[in-house]
């Protein structure tokens, strides 16, 4: 089943950010394994506190696989880089559904 990670944070190191970026990308095998389905950097909150303003929804062929890859050690290498360059994060792993006919 189709699952989806869904990353949201606000940027406050632009630089370190980008470190991050560079590494994600491979590290997550975006392309070939994950798809990127959404990066909005001025995200809208309206309902709740604390989220941030850029959220990033990434699409797996199932949650055990982006489990994989997100607990690879290429991508743990590079994870901190986006943590530390980041505020509000907070990341949640769903699965998604097929709608009945």
């Known amino acids: 089943m189709t699952a989806y990670l869904i990353v949201n944070y606000s ?3 632009p630089d ?3 470190t991050y970026q560079k590494g994600a990308g491979p590290a ?3 392309g070939s394994e994950c798809k990127v389905l959404v990066l ?3 995200s809208e909150v309206v309902e709740g506190e604390g989220a941030g303003h850029q ?3 990434l699409e797996f062929e199932s ?3 982006a489990k994989e890859l997100y607990e690879s050690g290429e991508y743990q290498e590079v994870l901190p880089h986006r943590l530390n360059a980041t505020t509000n994060h907070f990341a949640v792993l769903v699965d998604g559904f097929v709608m009945p006919s």
């Open 11 to 13: 940027v406050a190191d």
């Open 16 to 18: 370190l950010y980008k």
């Open 55 to 57: 959220t990033v929804v």
């Open 28 to 30: 997550l095998k975006i």
């Open 40 to 42: 909005d950097p001025k």
């Open 63 to 65: 949650k055990e696989r």
